[in-house]
């Protein structure tokens, strides 16, 4: 059913590049009015694709948390399952949520292991990450498709209200700056333990032939996946898979995943596709790719990971998976005292 004309109207009055969650919702719109032209098998295979994606990282993720390690028993299937669980908890839930819950899911498989190691290890894959991604962003930038840099914080309500208001926003810097270095001072007598156990997380970037075999040449094979998983999703929405366009797609990503105030980049990664995708194809055909993307990723991935709760760790609710984790750090401080 087409838009009303009002609708249309007020589409057309919004800025090309649209606004926060508004911009997901304007585009959700125009999503389930052409869900019936989706191809349904490439969705399908798309997704098989995404999934294999998601178990090649968490791979790479397991390596690295046998090396900080070494003596212990780890399960793979329990690290597959934090990982996956963690990933689809963040396509609900905004400023990340879904890492707490994968900190917990570790640290409880992990035997003898530590949150500070634990949470250390994340950043290993971000090494990766931030490569890829910025080559994919640059990429982006040089065919001239991305907006121009002061146009960036009207992507985000959030982002955009600290643009507008400068003082509040060094003063907010200020603030955390200042409160960090309270905490340091207040943990004084713990930090070097601290930091011993931090380094303990990202060991295994000590040994570089390791590190280059075991986690980067994975995540890499992983991405093999994402590729395919974005291309299919391009055809299945009728815009056309195509190495430029997924590689546009991975840029969006990269850029959306820096802005975590909405679940998943939402209302960002509708953004920057409509801009991107401007002159390849119509704007509606647009728009409802922009939506059916992140929601098949977030409704498969949230899936995944709720089944791999209830089979794996037979919890049954992300609420479950924090009330054992402050369980477990009440029983630890129980046991130091």
């Not at 929405?237 to 995943?257: D, E, M, P, R, T």
Request: glycine share 10%; proline share 5%; with cysteine.
């Amino acid at each position: 059913m087409p838009p009303s004309p009002v609708a249309v109207q007020v589409h057309e009055s919004l800025p090309p590049v649209f606004v926060g969650a508004g911009g997901f919702f304007d585009a959700a719109g125009r999503f389930f009015d052409s869900l019936g032209q989706v191809e349904w098998i490439p969705l399908l295979v798309a997704l098989a694709a995404f999934g294999i994606y998601l178990t090649l990282r968490s791979r790479a993720y397991f390596n690295v948390l046998r090396a900080a390690y070494p003596g212990e028993t780890i399960q793979w299937r329990r690290i597959w399952g934090a990982y996956v669980a963690s990933y689809g908890f963040n396509n609900v839930v905004p400023a990340r949520g879904g890492d707490l819950i994968k900190l917990v899911l570790v640290k409880n498989s992990v035997p003898g292991s530590s949150y500070p190691a634990v949470g250390s290890s994340f950043a290993v894959e971000l090494i990766f990450d931030a490569v890829v991604g910025g080559c994919m962003v640059l990429f982006a930038v040089s065919q001239g498709v991305f907006p121009k840099l002061p146009d960036f914080p009207d992507l985000d309500p959030v982002l955009a209200f600290l643009a507008e208001h400068p003082r509040f926003t060094l003063f907010l810097v200020t603030f955390l700056g200042v409160a960090a270095l309270v905490g340091f001072a207040l943990l004084s007598r713990r930090v070097r333990a601290f930091w011993a156990r931090v380094r303990q997380g990202v060991v295994i970037l000590s040994d570089r032939r390791r590190y280059l075999r075991e986690v980067f040449l994975v995540q890499l094979a992983g991405w093999c996946f994402r590729f395919t998983a974005f291309w299919l999703l391009l055809d299945a929405f009728q815009i056309g898979g195509s190495v430029q366009n997924v590689l546009f797609c991975l840029g969006v990503n990269a850029v959306a995943a820096a802005v975590p105030f909405t679940p998943g980049g939402a209302g960002v990664q509708q953004a920057l596709l409509v801009k991107v995708f401007a002159g390849t194809a119509a704007t509606a055909t647009v728009a409802s790719y922009s939506v059916g993307q992140q929601v098949a990723i977030g409704v498969f991935s949230f899936a995944l990971g709720f089944i791999a709760l209830v089979v794996i760790f037979r919890v049954r609710s992300f609420k479950e998976v924090i009330r054992r984790g402050k369980a477990e750090r009440a029983a630890e401080a129980a046991a130091r005292s």
